[in-house]
């Protein structure tokens, strides 16, 4: 197999897992790659090789091609969204496709979960595991994915040294390197006590083994060393299933979005929750002042004289 069908099979792999696309969608993502791949082959040129202009060049064929805009639009888009799997998989070390803009069109709201429905969730993570230290592991993941907002690769790979020692603060590597502190919360910090006696207790009895610690406070067999965002989101899934939530409303990046509305709606600063996500503009972040326009709506159907 070479790298290009390698890369493309993975990036399949992870939607059909993350976003339970169907088998249609998967395919039009596959002939939208494919084609991009031929193109790339016809100038000697693999995937993980392309720059920013081969993007723009293929677009502008598909263009002298006779093409719609919607079509060239949703070409770059499957083209964008391998890209930064790849960059955030650390397969390729730049994203190519970062700075290209295609035709704007009405942002979609994430999808929202409400306070309640995230403690069931939190509630119901201690009962899921086939053994006691998977169910610690298991609330330790939901608590502190909650409490930080992380993205759900930055907690599957997180060090096992960064919560050592009962930080009031945690220390995320994100996208590009960069570094970010989010405060934990007290139930995030009691998860994360719990389960680390665990951590130790499974690691001694490795070390006699003789195998080598682990660096990941989530270890796993994977390739990577630590659990991976699939196995992940087959979690979330149980998990919502034994909490009686609709699994097609939740995904690993939905516990993210209810960090940030959650936050918002309870009056933190658009700039502070910026800052936490790891995100490089605010315009980004502007997409959940969509809570506070359902908030003022109350306010004013509530207390407003005329309103009733």
Known sequence: MSKNNKLIDNFLETIHAERNASKNTLLAYKRDLEAFTRFLSKKRIDLYKANRKDIENYIISLDNHGMSESTRARHLSTIKQIYRYGYDESLIKDNPSN???????????????????????????????????????????????????????????LPV??????????????????????????PAKMAIAAYLVDWNSQQEINKKKGLQESKFLFPSHSKLGHITRVRFYVFIKELCIKAGISPNKVSPHTLRH????HLLANG?????????????????????????DENIKSLVFEHHPLAH
């Not at 020692?165 to 220390?171: A, F, I, R, S, T």
């Not at 933190?268 to 506070?292: F, P, W």
């Open 99 to 157: 700075e290209i803009k295609g035709p704007k069109s009405k942002r979609k709201l994430p999808n929202y979960l409400s306070e309640n429905e995230i403690n069931k969730l939190l509630d119901t993570s201690t009962q899921i595991g086939r053994s006691p230290r998977d169910k610690k592991r298991n609330t330790c993941l939901m608590h502190v994915l909650y409490a930080t907002g992380m993205r759900v690769s930055e907690l599957v790979s």
């Open 161 to 186: 040294i960064s919560v050592r020692g009962n930080p009031e603060m945690l220390l995320i590597k994100g996208k590009g390197g960069k570094e970010r502190l989010v405060p934990l919360s007290t």
């Open 268 to 292: 933190a600063d658009l700039r502070v929750i910026q800052m936490l996500l790891g995100h490089a503009d605010v315009a980004t972040t502007e997409i959940y002042t969509h809570v506070l």
């Open 258 to 261: 209810a960090f940030a509305s």
